[in-house]
């Protein structure tokens, strides 16, 4: 196939490089269909000289492109477009049962070993979402807290206002003014040990021990082990992979249950990796105004989507003001510094002095630091860079997935977010491959943890948020293997 057969646009004034660029042209191409399975790409000089960039562009996109899985090399012939395994770039199916009854937090010991396994030194660490270290910010940050240091000497060693520094919550709240176009107040952000704090505090603040509160399926395993710690009960809301909450099924399951509380994360779901549309978002914040019910959202990865859109998050919908947003800089910038932030709204008060009470406050040095960061345009910059490395990641972990793994195994294809969710055959049991793994120095993520009822025996979910690395292949290779031994037996 010649390239005039398929459309051409290269932009060299964008901020993207030029070979993601042809990346990104071809995928164009190959999804719509205009060019199939067997088609010829045009050769690196022919490319070159159509699109005006230079041959080792066009090699670097053809390359990565092979290493995807969407195209072929043949020797002394050139590159040729792939044909999809039957199993092949596929999203799990559901499979959900809805659950009878609210119910406590099971598999508490097989979270503590997978966090066990997630800290372990020279582990491969395919088990720990943490999209920001695919590509560090560490120098830009150590460059930023010197300046801080310089200037605020003695005060960036003292302590921080209980609802956080004034300086960085006008930095978010401009954030969201910036971004999605919503007016946040200063004063209703309240700074926090992460978002697992904020998550926290959103909870004592409107529910109590013994209180029912609605997940998705699967969730979150972090969120599941806070409901378990604070005494409260989980059910599970059918969760489609590519639009987010079931709301015929949410709707059903409040008719049915006292639910008191919904922990969703609607802009970006952890793990399946899927955004729900705003259209939804919008209805399933009428569904909660009107049983006056209260919905946190834990929108850690709202800035993290491949394609660089920022979903308003739930909140923003809201006229009863029982939307609260849990924020962080952890997923987005830097896991140590434990920043989040949560956007109070008329529960203000009330966690203000839970915030006091259980930590009196946050690091000073790092708000400041992330303030500077922010107020420089460098977190903006940087998420920029950040994203096409997810993404390209995400790619080539599928990719490896469907060449390496066994006939049955389905993966989701994740909109943005650093992990992959992997349906495995049937007969495997991902806490069983688990053992396997860390015993091979190896951390994933098994199923059972996603789930209160302990579901998804056969799922698992994998980390791209790393560098790419040769032990990185050799480990899901390895995955797939030891999988297929499994399945086998």
Same mark, same amino acid.
């Given at each position: 196939?010649?390239?005039?057969? @398929? %459309?051409?646009?290269?932009?060299?004034?964008? *901020?993207?490089?030029?070979?993601?660029?042809?990346?990104?042209?071809?995928?164009?191409?190959?999804?719509?269909?205009?060019?199939?399975?067997?088609?010829?790409?045009?050769?690196?000089?022919?490319?070159?000289?159509?699109? *005006?960039?230079?041959?080792?562009?066009?090699?670097?996109?053809?390359?990565?492109?092979? #290493?995807?899985?969407?195209?072929?090399?043949?020797?002394?012939?050139?590159?040729?477009?792939?044909?999809?395994?039957?199993?092949?770039?596929?999203?799990?199916?559901?499979?959900?049962?809805?659950?009878?009854?609210?119910?406590?937090?099971?598999?508490?010991?097989?979270?503590?070993?997978?966090?066990?396994?997630?800290?372990?030194?020279? @582990?491969?660490?395919?088990?720990?979402?943490?999209?920001?270290?695919?590509?560090?910010?560490?120098?830009?940050?150590?460059?930023?807290?010197?300046?801080?240091?310089?200037?605020?000497?003695?005060?960036?060693?003292?302590?921080?206002?209980?609802?956080?520094?004034?300086?960085?919550? #006008?930095?978010?709240?401009? #954030?969201?003014?910036?971004?999605?176009?919503?007016?946040?107040?200063? *004063?209703?952000?309240?700074?926090?040990?992460?978002?697992?704090?904020?998550?926290?505090?959103? &909870?004592?603040?409107?529910?109590?021990?013994?209180?029912?509160?609605?997940?998705?399926?699967?969730?979150?395993?972090?969120?599941?082990?806070?409901?378990?710690?604070?005494?409260?009960?989980?059910?599970?809301?059918?969760?489609?992979?590519?639009?987010?909450?079931?709301?015929?099924?949410?709707?059903?399951?409040?008719?049915?249950?006292?639910?008191?509380?919904?922990?969703?994360?609607?802009?970006?779901?952890?793990?399946?990796?899927?955004?729900?549309?705003? *259209?939804?978002?919008?209805?399933?914040?009428?569904?909660?105004?009107?049983?006056?019910?209260?919905?946190?959202?834990?929108?850690?990865?709202?800035?993290?989507?491949?394609?660089?859109? #920022?979903?308003?998050?739930?909140? %923003?919908?809201?006229?009863?003001?029982?939307?609260?947003?849990?924020?962080?800089?952890?997923?987005?910038?830097?896991?140590?510094?434990?920043?989040?932030?949560?956007?109070?709204?008329?529960?203000?008060?009330?966690? %203000?002095?839970?915030?006091?009470?259980?930590?009196?406050?946050?690091?000073? &040095?790092?708000?400041?630091?992330?303030?500077?960061?922010?107020?420089?345009?460098?977190?903006?910059?940087?998420?920029?860079?950040?994203?096409?490395?997810?993404?390209?990641?995400?790619?080539?972990?599928?990719? &490896?997935?469907?060449?390496?793994?066994?006939?049955?195994?389905?993966?989701?294809?994740?909109?943005?977010?650093?992990?992959?969710?992997?349906?495995?055959?049937?007969?495997?049991?991902?806490?069983?491959?688990?053992?396997?793994?860390?015993?091979?120095?190896?951390?994933?993520?098994?199923?059972?943890?996603?789930?209160?009822?302990?579901?998804?025996?056969?799922?698992?979910?994998?980390?791209?948020?790393?560098?790419?690395?040769?032990?990185?292949?050799?480990?899901?290779?390895?995955?797939?293997?030891?999988?297929?031994?499994?399945?086998?037996?």
């Amino acid at each position: 196939m010649g390239c005039e057969q @398929f %459309m051409l646009a290269i932009d060299k004034s964008a *901020d993207d490089f030029l070979y993601r660029q042809v990346i990104d042209l071809i995928t164009e191409n190959i999804d719509s269909g205009t060019l199939r399975p067997g088609d010829r790409l045009p050769s690196l000089r022919r490319m070159s000289k159509r699109i *005006d960039v230079s041959i080792p562009t066009v090699r670097q996109a053809y390359i990565e492109l092979e #290493r995807q899985r969407r195209v072929e090399s043949r020797p002394q012939s050139g590159f040729y477009v792939r044909g999809l395994n039957a199993n092949e770039l596929v999203r799990p199916a559901p499979r959900f049962r809805q659950s009878n009854k609210p119910v406590p937090v099971a598999n508490r010991s097989l979270m503590d070993r997978v966090y066990e396994g997630l800290h372990q030194p020279d @582990f491969v660490p395919l088990g720990i979402a943490n999209p920001c270290m695919a590509k560090p910010a560490a120098k830009a940050l150590h460059r930023a807290m010197k300046r801080v240091m310089a200037r605020a000497e003695e005060r960036s060693i003292g302590y921080a206002p209980s609802m956080g520094e004034p300086g960085l919550r #006008r930095q978010i709240a401009f #954030r969201y003014l910036d971004t999605i176009g919503s007016n946040v107040e200063p *004063d209703n952000i309240c700074i926090t040990n992460g978002a697992q704090e904020a998550l926290l505090l959103a &909870l004592q603040a409107v529910a109590s021990k013994g209180d029912v509160i609605a997940v998705e399926s699967p969730t979150y395993h972090g969120l599941l082990e806070l409901i378990g710690s604070l005494g409260m009960l989980a059910i599970e809301v059918e969760t489609c992979p590519e639009e987010g909450v079931t709301l015929s099924a949410l709707r059903k399951t409040l008719d049915a249950h006292p639910v008191k509380v919904c922990l969703f994360s609607t802009t970006l779901n952890n793990p399946l990796g899927v955004s729900m549309p705003d *259209d939804m978002r919008q209805e399933l914040v009428n569904i909660i105004d009107e049983r006056e019910l209260v919905l946190i959202e834990d929108d850690v990865y709202g800035d993290l989507l491949f394609d660089g859109h #920022r979903p308003k998050p739930a909140e %923003m919908y809201s006229r009863s003001g029982n939307v609260l947003t849990c924020g962080s800089f952890s997923k987005t910038a830097a896991p140590g510094y434990r920043i989040g932030w949560l956007l109070a709204g008329r529960y203000r008060d009330a966690i %203000m002095r839970l915030k006091r009470s259980y930590s009196c406050s946050s690091g000073l &040095l790092q708000q400041l630091t992330l303030t500077e960061f922010l107020a420089s345009g460098t977190y903006d910059r940087y998420l920029k860079t950040l994203r096409p490395v997810l993404q390209q990641n995400a790619q080539r972990t599928r990719a &490896l997935v469907a060449q390496h793994f066994p006939e049955g195994t389905r993966t989701s294809k994740p909109v943005g977010g650093a992990v992959l969710w992997i349906e495995l055959p049937g007969n495997v049991n991902s806490a069983h491959l688990f053992d396997e793994a860390i015993n091979k120095g190896i951390s994933i993520a098994p199923g059972l943890i996603f789930s209160p009822c302990a579901r998804y025996e056969n799922f698992m979910r994998l980390s791209f948020g790393h560098p790419w690395s040769e032990e990185i292949e050799q480990s899901i290779v390895w995955l797939g293997r030891k999988v297929q031994e499994l399945a086998g037996r």
